[in-house]
């Protein structure tokens, strides 16, 4: 079955990089998805991932995939104190038969330290 | 802002109550995704409707149902409440059936 695991916290200093792991089964994943959820608000759609790329960079965010090995990582470069909060990584397998249903991970909850 | 509207943004009811929550897509999206995000399941996918019609069903219990109306507006009902149903429910929407989704800020149901 389709299973998404992450670890459960991470703390990094601020101006520091992050990186938030996170590993899935379902090879056939089409896309991976970060998505940031602050206290007390909505999922935010950080950016994604189609899985025949095997990196994508959007401003201070590098996602990479290792689709061997079935990982993707988060890097958030400049770590700011706004980046607190906790990170969902998520896969789907798009398509008509498929819908659009995602599958997310348990969440990796991010401290950052002054 | 995502776009995605939820009403009521909390909810406290008691056990055994019906309980209707709504959902306003973004601007020109047809799908809708309902998910239930709770402590102990975290994010579960509940049920997708796209344009008027469902088109995928996740872990939703028989006594939650939903539907999607023609101005493309989504209702999750939920009925004989139980303890265990306490939870944030978040609906989406994107612009097809197959393309990313908006999230909305969700409805905290709390059941007493």
């Known amino acids: 079955g389709e299973d998404v695991e992450q670890s459960l916290f991470l703390s990094v200093r601020e101006g520091d990089s992050s990186v938030i792991n996170c590993t899935y089964t379902d090879s056939s994943s089409t896309y991976l998805y970060w998505y940031k959820q602050e206290p007390g608000a909505g999922l935010q759609l950080l950016t994604y991932?189609?899985?025949?790329?095997d990196m994508k960079q959007d401003q201070r965010l590098t996602v990479l995939l290792n689709k061997k090995d079935k990982h993707l990582s988060l890097r958030i470069a400049d770590t700011q104190t706004g980046d607190s909060a906790i990170y969902f990584c998520a896969e789907t397998r798009r398509g008509k038969a498929a819908g659009n249903k995602l599958t997310f991970g348990g969440g990796t909850r991010v401290l950052v330290k002054p | 802002d995502s776009g995605v509207t939820q009403t009521p943004k909390h909810l406290i009811t008691a056990t055994g109550q019906r309980v209707t929550l709504r959902c306003s897509p973004r601007s020109g999206d047809l799908s809708v995704y309902w998910y239930q995000q709770s402590l102990d399941q975290g994010l579960q996918f509940l049920i997708q409707y796209y344009n008027g019609e469902e088109r995928a069903k996740g872990n939703i219990l028989e006594r939650f149902s939903a539907q999607q109306f023609p101005d493309l507006h989504s209702e999750l009902n939920l009925s004989s409440l139980e303890l265990g149903d306490s939870a944030l429910y978040f609906c989406?929407?994107?612009?097809?059936?197959?393309?990313?989704?908006?999230f909305g800020q969700g409805t905290r149901l709390t059941v007493v």
């Open positions: 991932i189609f899985s025949n790329m």
């Open positions: 989406a929407s994107s612009v097809l059936g197959d393309t990313e989704a908006f």
